[in-house]
């Protein structure tokens, strides 16, 4: 009688290895998170800080208060007008800077001409100047005429920031469209505007709505040009109120009240990608697959 004899071989853990590696990368993902938002995270704390517990290094303010966001809306400190003033001169250069980038970008990506290629590299070169180096001439130009503490002292030059991340962003985007979609339209009775307006316009808005959000957080967040050019209260941007600020004393810095600003100044932007994060996302991935 033969005797079988059986070798137990170990037990191979099959996706072990990727599992590790899924628990790797959202480990990951989350310290990134976490390394984000702490920022925001310690402004939110310590708005919500008592006046006297400012310098607290609690995580958690014990208790919670808004004395700080009282503080922050005071009449005296003219934060409300500031907002108004910051959404007008954001709004305003926003709208026109996508007007102008939309016929600019899709001008550069349809037509043929000479030069097409240095207008590009003109444009994305633009905007690799420092803002401080254009302070001094901007001044010296807006005295000049006259623009002095005026809205288009602000809207010009934030123009001039935003308008080549515009034209470089809608070019690359109307290049990965088929051209054959305007001529399909014009085949069907269609002007070449009708077929822009009514057929490629609507299939870019993810583009333009993703365009649209860079332009207005570079806008809403621009500071040197608006402390430079303003010097009445009235017409002072929410980021240059903030500098301003000043405490109960000669001496005292209000950090509740600023970090209390900072938070209201920073909810529109949160609430913007939040609400368009759906066309952004699918704006900045256009192109990516066919």
């Not at 905007?127 to 005295?143: D, G």
Request: hydrophobic share 55%; proline share 6%; aromatic share 12%.
């Amino acid at each position: 009688m033969s005797t079988l004899s059986f070798t137990r071989r170990p037990r191979r853990c099959v996706g072990q290895g990727g599992r590790g590696a899924a628990w790797a990368g959202r480990l990951g993902i989350a310290v990134i998170v976490a390394y984000c938002l702490a920022p925001f995270y310690w402004m939110v704390v310590s708005s919500l800080r008592r006046p006297a517990d400012q310098f607290s290094n609690a995580p958690l303010p014990a208790p919670a208060s808004f004395d700080n966001y009282t503080a922050a809306f005071d009449p005296h400190n003219g934060f409300g007008r500031a907002l108004v003033n910051s959404l007008v001169v954001a709004g305003v250069t926003t709208g026109v800077t996508l007007v102008v980038g939309i016929f600019a970008g899709y001008a550069l990506a349809r037509l043929q001409f000479r030069g097409k290629t240095l207008i590009l590299t003109l444009i994305i070169a633009a905007s690799m100047f420092p803002p401080i180096i254009l302070v001094v001439p901007l001044l010296r130009l807006f005295t000049d005429v006259g623009w002095i503490n005026t809205y288009q002292a602000m809207i010009v030059p934030s123009m001039s920031f935003a308008l080549p991340l515009a034209v470089w962003n809608l070019t690359a985007f109307f290049r990965q469209m088929p051209a054959e979609l305007e001529k399909a339209a014009q085949v069907d009775g269609c002007t070449p505007a009708q077929a822009f307006r009514k057929v490629v316009l609507p299939l870019a808005a993810p583009g333009v709505f993703t365009t649209a959000i860079l332009v207005f957080i570079s806008a809403w967040n621009e500071f040197l040009i608006a402390v430079s050019v303003v010097n009445d209260r009235h017409m002072m941007t929410a980021n240059v109120i903030v500098s301003l600020f000043t405490g109960q004393y000669k001496y005292d810095q209000p950090f509740g009240t600023q970090m209390a600003a900072g938070v209201v100044v920073t909810l529109p932007l949160v609430a913007a990608v939040l609400f368009f994060q759906r066309r952004i996302v699918d704006g900045l991935t256009a192109g990516g697959l066919k």
